[in-house]
Nanobody, 114 residues
């Protein structure tokens, strides 16, 4: 089992920045990809960004150039730096990790006011 604890969500004005963190614990050996999904009210869950243990990244088109994902393997933590936030970024953000299955965090709310 892998436990994921997220932090860093909150309320910010449009154009502002937030940084999300997700710390993994438990059976963390051989975790491959870690990243973030989000779900806005009335919408489907969508991938925001993820990063492999080797450092390969991918991003949703809607966040490219504004968000940056990074990973500290020594701390088993993944970060999502979110800049130039827009109201449409408002959602619950969920951290996930892949290790012989997918594990999820509890979610953290990000609200961007216009």
């Amino acid at each position: 089992q892998v436990q994921l604890v997220e932090s860093g969500g909150g309320l910010v004005q449009a154009g502002g920045s937030l940084r999300l963190s997700c710390a993994a614990s438990g059976s963390i050996f051989s975790i491959n990809a870690m990243g973030w999904y989000r779900q806005a009210p009335g919408k489907q869950l969508e991938l925001v960004a993820d990063i492999t243990s080797g450092g390969a990244t991918r991003y949703a088109d809607s966040v490219k150039g504004r968000f940056a994902i990074s990973r500290d393997n020594a701390k088993n933590t993944v970060y999502l730096q979110m800049n130039s936030l827009k109201p449409e970024d408002t959602a619950v953000y969920y951290c996930y990790a892949n290790r012989a299955g997918t594990f999820w965090g509890q979610g953290t709310q990000v609200t961007v006011s216009s």
